[in-house]
């Protein structure tokens, strides 16, 4: 009687093996041949001394023949069903097609799962029978065959043949672990008929040899048994990160009147940046300042609309809309140019452009604010292609890129990778599905849930482009044999070097015993935790809500108090920080700046006092990235050299002049408002609280004498001594200090000075003047 073998009581893994102990040779042949499964007999074919076999008219020495029966998927399967009669015969030509796909699905097999120490030995040694002639592997063309039969041969007269007969395929499943129904075949007649079966199709004409491939595609895998070099695994890598750039650099042409004017870094990145927006509809250009991000987006525009016949839409901060105009008309676009600040007005009513690029994008990380939300609807509506400027896309938290990859980027947009990183920190896909039931695992908002730069950088990946000078300088550069600098040579011929950056530092120091040091006074501990204690309602509003309100709320002023709950705490420990910021940028801009903070205080109390609306900064209720990007954002309608006010009364007095002033229609627009009575009273007391603690500084620093300014002297003595023949470039975070600067060297006689800000109307015509040789 047979003996079943089921992998439950009896495993097939063990009967073959033991069979095999007592054998010569053998001869598989099985549907399905997973690689790995292997090690379940790589052991015993070695131990296997080999016999004689005739195939055709030769004598051959055989070990183990593996016939593989090409089983097909069953889409494949039914596909044959109704495209091939019954006559059909293979060609030559399929045939070699169908080599090709086993041996690519081979491939494939080993990109599956985690490589083990076991695959690795088994693989290997399989590799090794295959060039000693010990396995011989043919793939089985003629007809799909489904056949599991495994034969030993030995020579045992009474069983010379002892044969496997059943459902098992050559894999770890197959020959051990899935439930399967296999039976031995002892009886010799049955056992003889079934070597016959094998032999005939062993020697069919379209039962090919892949022997040789099999031994290629391991000897190139990760289980190849020899080492490779750093070098060669680096060139791997590079080959496989450069394939969206080289599929750039291939796709598209750069137009005639940029090839010329263009660096060769620069090219470079329009045309990768090309490929980016091509197939992803949108594109960061990101190179640090002064490497052209300007020109790039131009270029770019232009090959679009050049080739795909787009019109653009340019949308920027106002001081830079002239500078794009200019550009504009030089390259003969066919653009619009509209600053951020009006896009509220504008979109809604402006006629489709499928081209957009938003420079400074940056300014756009918060995806609540009313420009971001009215740019992602003009975006969604048109369905228009995005390149986004910016040197900073990424400032505190990973949602700053999210949120700009947003504005052309759907939530369910399948991105094709997925945060593996965050993943895999979690417990794999089945966790992460658990845990986000509501997010796509290869979106945006999967990306969102990360906190890993390794899942940043490969989504980026997709859409950056950004390099930095050292990248260029070691990249792009020519060395001058003369002395060894590195430099650019443009159209015209010229060359342009690198600067060598020498860092050097200037040195004030603060004297705590002298009467007259200034900036000592205000670092002292006294001040500091002033700073640290105030409570900054006018940046926490919702903690000053009336839970139960006597009055109803406006639509707008609901969405005013949810705009509270979003900017929490985060803007109070913000303000703390911008005031610390101030005072190293300059002790005159600290000190300007704390005044008018109380002033600000102020409008809020004579509101509250007199039962008016209270106007809320749109900047703080919602446009937070306005008041992230430390800008001066707390002096609408005050005059920038506002002087140091020292008494409550005076304050309230000027409070009450300039919410006038914020009500009038030149104004208004500027505020959001909402009425005093949300509010309890342990808002004003807190106002006022906060105004009196912050005088006490202003009383320290009140006698501020720019004299005496250490920091102003030191700049004093590097521009008219240290570098009093060459031009120097004075950059700071504030406009107050920018404006002091200015105002207090020319009073020093330096009259070549001019101070530039984000409120000038057309910073782009001072930088030429600036650059002018003279």
């Known amino acids: 009687m047979p ?31 997973n690689l790995r499964g292997w090690k379940e007999v790589a052991d015993k074919i070695d131990s296997l001394s080999g016999a004689t076999v005739v195939e055709g008219k030769n004598d051959v020495h055989r070990i183990c023949r593996l016939l593989v029966g090409m089983q097909k998927m069953p889409i494949d399967i039914l596909r044959d069903y109704f495209s091939k009669d019954e006559d059909y015969i293979i060609d030559q030509a399929e045939a070699v097609k169908l080599k090709k796909r086993l041996a690519q699905e081979f491939k494939d097999q080993l990109t599956i799962g985690t490589p083990t120490e076991a695959d690795e030995k088994a693989l290997r040694k399989l590799s090794q029978q295959m060039k000693d002639k010990k396995v011989v592997v043919k793939l089985h063309l003629r007809y799909t065959l489904h056949a599991k039969l495994y034969l030993a041969y030995s020579d045992d007269k009474r069983v010379p043949v002892v044969g496997f007969l059943g459902s098992s395929n050559l894999t770890l499943a197959g020959l051990a672990k899935q439930g399967e129904l296999n039976i031995d075949v002892m009886d010799q007649d049955a056992a003889i008929k079934l070597a016959t079966w094998f032999d005939d199709r062993w020697k069919d004409r379209w039962c090919i040899d892949i022997t040789e491939e099999l031994i290629e595609i391991i000897d190139n895998s990760w289980a190849a048994d020899r080492l490779v070099s750093p070098f060669h695994i680096y060139l791997k890598i590079a080959y496989h990160l450069s394939r969206e750039a080289r599929a750039g650099i291939n796709e598209f042409k750069l137009p005639k009147v940029f090839q010329k004017e263009l660096l060769e870094f620069q090219q470079k990145a329009v045309l990768v940046a090309a490929h980016h927006l091509h197939k992803r509809d949108g594109v960061v250009i990101g190179d640090v300042v002064g490497l052209g991000k300007t020109i790039t987006a131009t270029a770019l525009a232009k090959l ?3 080739d795909f016949f787009l019109e653009t839409l340019i949308i920027c901060p106002k001081n830079l809309v002239e500078m794009w105009e200019d550009y504009a008309h030089k390259y003969q676009l066919r653009a619009k140019v509209i600053s951020q600040s009006k896009v509220q007005t504008t979109l809604p009513n402006l006629r489709r452009y499928r081209l957009v690029v938003i420079d400074e994008s940056h300014n756009l990380r918060n995806d609540q604010g009313s420009r971001y939300r009215a740019i992602k609807s003009y975006l969604e509506e048109n369905d228009s292609k995005v390149i986004l400027l910016s040197a900073t896309p990424y400032n505190k938290t990973y949602l700053d890129l999210s949120n700009q990859l947003r504005l052309f980027i759907s939530d369910d947009k399948d991105l094709g990778i997925s945060p593996e990183r965050y993943i895999e920190s979690i417990g794999g896909q089945v966790q992460f599905t658990s845990q986000h039931t509501e997010t796509f695992i290869r979106s945006i908002k999967a990306f969102e849930k990360s906190h890993f730069s390794e899942d940043w950088r490969e989504l980026m990946r997709l859409y950056l482009v950004r390099r930095t000078r050292s990248f260029i300088k070691n990249n792009y550069a020519e060395t001058d044999p003369t002395n060894g600098r590195k430099f650019l040579t443009f159209a015209d011929g010229s060359k342009s070097y690198f600067p060598d950056r020498i860092p050097k530092r200037v040195e004030y120091v603060f004297d ?24 900054l309602p006018r940046y926490g509003l919702q903690q000053y809500l009336n839970e139960k309100p006597l009055i109803k709320p406006t639509k707008d002023e609901e969405q005013i108090m949810q705009n509270f709950s979003r900017a929490g705490r985060r803007l109070m420990g913000f303000c703390r920080t ?9 002790g005159y801009s600290f000190l300007l700046s704390l ?3 109380i002033l600000r205080n102020y409008v809020f109390v004579y509101a509250a006092q007199n039962h008016l609306p209270i106007p809320i900064g749109k900047n703080i209720s919602q ?12 002096k609408d309608g005050e005059e920038n050299h506002l002087k140091l006010i020292l008494k409550e009364e005076t304050y309230l007095q000027k409070a009450k002049e300039l919410y006038t002033l914020f009500a009038s229609d030149s104004y208004k627009n500027r505020f959001d408002w909402i009425r005093s009575e949300f509010f309890d009273n342990s808002l004003q007391q807190n106002l006022i609280n906060d105004s009196k603690e912050i005088i006490k500084i202003l009383n320290i620093g009140k006698d501020w004498n720019p004299d005496e300014d250490r920091q102003l002297n030191a700049l004093h003595d590097l521009l008219t001594k240290t570098h009093s023949k060459e031009k120097v470039l ?19 006689g330096i009259t070549q000075i001019e101070s530039v800000t984000g409120d000038d109307e ?3 015509g001072l930088a030429q003047r600036f650059s002018v040789l003279s």
Do not use: W
């Open 3 to 33: 003996k079943i073998y089921d992998n439950i009581e009896n495993h097939l893994t063990k009967g073959l093996n033991e069979t095999l102990e007592l054998s010569k040779r053998t001869d598989f042949c099985v549907g399905y041949f």
């Open 304 to 306: 679009f609309e050049d």
């Open 512 to 535: 705590p015993k002298d009467p007259k040091d200034q900036y000592a006074k205000l670092y002292s501990t006294k001040v500091v935790d002033i700073i640290n204690d105030l409570e």
């Open 578 to 586: 911008n005031l610390f910021k101030r005072l190293e940028s300059s």
């Open 595 to 597: 005044s008018r903070h």
């Open 623 to 634: 446009n937070l990235d306005d008041y992230m990007e430390d800008s001066d954002t707390d």
């Open 730 to 748: 004075v950059f700071t975070q504030f406009a107050d200090t920018a404006y002091y600067l200015t105002e207090q060297l020319k009073k020093r």
């Open 762 to 764: 057309n910073p782009t």
